[in-house]
């Protein structure tokens, strides 16, 4: 029955047309119309019933309706740009009040606060913020989502996902791998998008470790990891030595007491032999 009422919606290509939502840059705005591609997304992060999902920048509402229609419990989006506002207000309508609109800049709205658990976060992010955001989640204590279902552009989301020696790793796999299991689900061409970005994009998932494994100082392992990727190339006695330095300590002999080789390389190191160093030299 709500299936078929989402599914008698206007097209999204109509919408657009309809209500003149052309993209506007400054607010990353790229859209996908193809339902069929917001289903694939949506279906990650099932099963949706009983979940309350949080949905960051819904411009026109393809992700949305995937979502209500996959049976999400509720859905609640946040969008800056109140064009989208009436648009959304109709898919509202046939959600039989699953659907939540706040209109707003999702950087300040607080997910844990406003959304009941089990929480999911499934976006298509803005380019220009979504890193910032994808921070604010993965170092929240404690962390108040299930799993994030999330598109970036595809060197982020390699960032993201990378493993010890792949060019990719460095601050930003090992801060989300200390709290949580990430994989890259498939990428998404430019063309999908309207209108296309400069890059290609791909979908991340998130599940958070079970609580014994999550490392519990993420703001002393950023700091850490900032200054030993901060010079890749470099042996870690090296990268590391400023920073030794400014804690007033040898730096080999931190580096040997967290049970390291000083003379390995940063992107070379597993995951923990950061948390290591950090909890060393706490
Ligand atoms: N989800 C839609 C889709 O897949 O077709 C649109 C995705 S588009 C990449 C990003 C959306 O985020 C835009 O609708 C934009 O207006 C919105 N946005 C940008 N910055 C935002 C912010 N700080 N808070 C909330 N929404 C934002």
């Known amino acids: 029955m709500e299936n078929n009422a989402i599914h008698s919606l206007p097209s999204l290509t109509e919408v657009v047309r309809e209500y003149n ?34 949905e960051v920048g819904p411009g026109p509402g393809g992700l ?15 969008e800056m740009d109140e064009r989208f506002l009436p648009a959304l207000a109709d898919i509202g309508r046939v959600s039989n009040d699953r659907l939540s609109i706040v209109k707003g800049d999702a950087l300040r709205f607080n997910i844990a606060e406003n959304l009941p658990a089990p929480r999911k976060i499934i976006a298509n992010l ?44 460095g601050r930003l796999a090992v801060l989300c791998q200390s709290v949580a299991a990430c994989h890259i689900a498939f990428d998404i061409p ?66 040997e007491a967290s049970n390291i080789d000083p003379r390995a390389r940063p992107e070379t190191l597993p995951v923990s032999a950061f948390q290591s160093l950090a909890s060393t030299l706490k």
Not at 21 to 48: E, V
Not at 64 to 78: D, K
Not at 203 to 209: A, E, H
């Open 21 to 54: 939502l052309g993209a506007n840059k400054k607010l990353g705005q790229h859209f996908l119309l193809d339902m069929n591609l917001t289903d694939k997304i949506a279906r990650l992060a099932t099963p949706l019933e009983g979940a309350h999902i949080a």
């Open 64 to 78: 949305t309706r995937a979502l209500l229609s996959n049976l999400a419990e509720s859905v609640t989006v946040i």
């Open 190 to 255: 430019a063309r999908a998008f309207t209108p296309p970005p400069k890059v290609d994009s791909a979908v991340i998932v998130m599940r958070p470790l079970a609580k014994e494994q999550q490392y519990p100082d993420l703001k002393l392992l950023g700091q850490v990891t900032q200054a030993a990727f901060g010079q890749r190339r470099k042996m870690l006695r090296a990268s590391l030595k400023g920073f030794a330095k400014q804690h007033n300590i040898d730096v080999l002999d931190w580096i």
């Open 126 to 169: 803005p380019y220009n913020v979504g890193t910032r955001m994808l921070l604010n989640w993965v170092t929240a204590t404690p962390l108040f989502w299930d799993q994030m279902v999330l598109m970036f552009q595809k060197e982020v989301a390699e960032r993201v996902c990378a493993a010890p020696g792949e060019s990719a790793y």
